[in-house]
């Protein structure tokens, strides 16, 4: 192979090169979460004080991932990381409800420390909600990183844009799609393989409103997919399972399809 080639690829990366890896970015994110939820880590606190230091340190290194990740100036990033851990309480309350919808939602929930251990719902749901609130203060890329890692670990994909009310509950959760400009209510279930997606992918929609408004709560069942920017779920509906929708329903429906089902006795002979 020629020299250019390699010069190439010595070349492309150098505007990004200081960018942590993936996994370094992810592994603050859990750990801010096992401070927020210490079900989920082997550390113990014995004070207040010893928890503010640790959590000092979390935005110490915040402000590191954003400096050399996005291009702001060093006020900026400061900034932008202490606005973040000053709206740590709202995240916390708002995971909370979280917590609360998964567990009095689900039958086979035998505990909130369940719930936080076990669920991958929870677990992408804490990743969306660190990565949403970075995404609101303006932070580029790292948001992404995050759902990412969080889509690569449980198969769901939430886009840190998207904007999702409080009690929201996902069960099983595998498959589960969620685009950039979904706009999804309070108290809002989903099922496995449930798509929000847009109509059409073309690049010169970038920055339109391309995927599906969910209001207050409503129920989708596995394998549902509803598409489009217009389309509108009404409060208090129920979608079916593997329902296909591209318009709006009012509120207080049901959709459901109706498929065909034999069924016949094996020991039957023609």
């Known amino acids: 192979m020629e020299d250019h080639f390699f010069e190439q690829i010595l070349k492309n990366p150098l505007e990004q090169q200081n960018i942590p890896p993936n996994k370094v970015i992810s592994l603050w994110a859990e750990k801010l979460i096992q401070v927020l939820f210490p079900e989920n880590s082997a550390q113990v606190f014995s004070t207040v004080t010893e928890i503010k230091e640790y959590v000092a340190t979390l935005e110490l290194e915040l402000y590191d991932i954003i400096s050399v990740s996005c291009k702001l100036k060093n006020s900026e990033c400061k900034n932008a990381a202490g606005q973040f851990f000053e709206s740590l ?52 890329l790292v948001p992404r990183i995050l759902t990412e890692y969080a889509h690569s670990k449980t198969g769901i994909d939430i886009h840190p844009a998207a904007s999702i009310g409080e009690h929201f509950y996902i069960d099983h959760g595998t498959g589960i799609v969620i685009g950039e400009t979904s706009t999804i209510g309070r108290y809002v279930k989903l099922y496995q393989g449930v798509t929000l997606g847009a109509l059409s992918v073309k690049k010169t929609l970038a920055g339109s409103k391309r995927h599906p408004t969910v209001e207050d709560r409503v129920v989708i069942y596995s394998g549902a997919t509803i598409l489009g920017g ?25 959709a459901y399809h109706s498929p065909i089902i034999t069924i016949r006795n094996h020991k039957e002979t023609n």
């Open 230 to 254: 217009e389309t509108i779920i009404g409060h208090d509906s129920i979608i079916g399972g593997n329902v296909w929708l591209t318009e709006s329903i009012p509120a207080f429906s049901t």
């Open 89 to 140: 309480p709202e995240l916390y309350r708002i995971l909370n409800t979280d917590i609360l919808a998964i567990y009095e939602g689900d039958p086979a929930a035998q505990s909130r420390f369940e719930v936080i251990r076990t669920y991958p719902g929870f677990y992408a749901i804490c990743f969306y909600r660190i990565a949403h609130m970075l995404y609101n203060f303006g932070i580029p």
